[in-house]
């Protein structure tokens, strides 16, 4: 399987900050990619996600940024709150769905007052 | 509805002990998967399933077997456990992996720990 290469690893935001975390990809043929939540002792859920015909997904304080050529998403965060501190994971598939998502190794945010 | 639910939440085996980890998803999705997620590996597809009757291997499919009887089950067995299989498994469901924009649900995880 492809990789999805996620950074950083960690990231603490003061309260009200920008949180920005990044992905990158190698199989141009992956052409859907959502981003999951996951707190402490629960499972994964999608937040977000993205098709690679629009550069650009806002849902509330949360968009995603989408640079085709490049390869690479991103996962931006507005206003950080402390109820935001989680571990997200970008993750990719291609079109028809031929294979599951595969994601990348995660990024735990830390949201400090 | 119940969602994505599993059973059991936490689990301790001795190293060769056999166990059969749970998987039942009530929105009558076609495709079913079961995870790993270890520190600083993030999520790892074991095996998973396009349907009732079907299994297909994923990334680290080693030392594990899987059943889907029935639609709304997806069993995860470790005939015999070793300490590399301490971690926490995550089941997931979802409608079709054809409709790419599905989202995946998933249940909320079984602690693990082989001795």
């Known amino acids: 399987q492809q990789q999805v290469k996620q950074s950083p690893q960690s990231l603490i935001v003061q309260k009200g900050g920008i949180s920005i975390i990044n992905c990158a990809y190698e199989?141009?043929?992956?052409?859907?990619f959502p981003w999951y939540q996951q707190f402490p002792g629960k499972g994964p859920a999608l937040l977000i996600a993205?098709?690679?015909?629009?550069s650009e997904k806002k849902e509330g304080r949360f968009t995603i940024s989408f640079n085709k050529s490049a390869k690479q998403f991103s996962l931006h965060i507005m206003d950080s709150q402390p109820g935001d501190s989680a571990t997200y994971f970008c993750?990719?598939?291609?079109?028809?769905?031929?294979?599951?998502?595969?994601f990348g190794k995660g990024t735990r945010l830390s949201v400090i007052a | 509805n119940a969602g994505v639910t599993q059973t059991p939440k936490f689990r301790v085996l001795k190293t060769g002990q056999s166990m059969t980890l749970l998987c039942a998803q009530d929105?009558?999705?076609?495709?079913m998967y079961w995870y790993r997620q270890d520190p600083g590996m993030g999520l790892r597809l074991i095996h998973y399933?396009?349907?009732?009757?079907?299994?297909a291997k994923g990334e680290v499919p080693d030392g594990y077997n899987v059943s889907r009887l029935k639609k709304q089950n997806f069993l995860l067995g470790l005939e015999s456990a070793a300490p590399s299989q301490t971690s926490v498994y995550f089941c997931?469901?979802?409608?079709?992996?054809?409709?790419?924009?599905?989202?995946?649900?998933f249940g909320p995880g079984t602690r693990l720990t082989v001795l």
């Open positions: 399933s396009v349907g009732e009757g079907t299994t």
């Open positions: 199989n141009t043929a992956f052409d859907y």
């Open positions: 993205i098709r690679p015909d629009v």
């Open positions: 929105m009558n999705h076609e495709y």
């Open positions: 993750a990719a598939t291609d079109s028809p769905g031929n294979t599951p998502l595969v």
């Open positions: 997931a469901s979802s409608y079709s992996l054809a409709d790419v924009t599905d989202t995946q649900y």
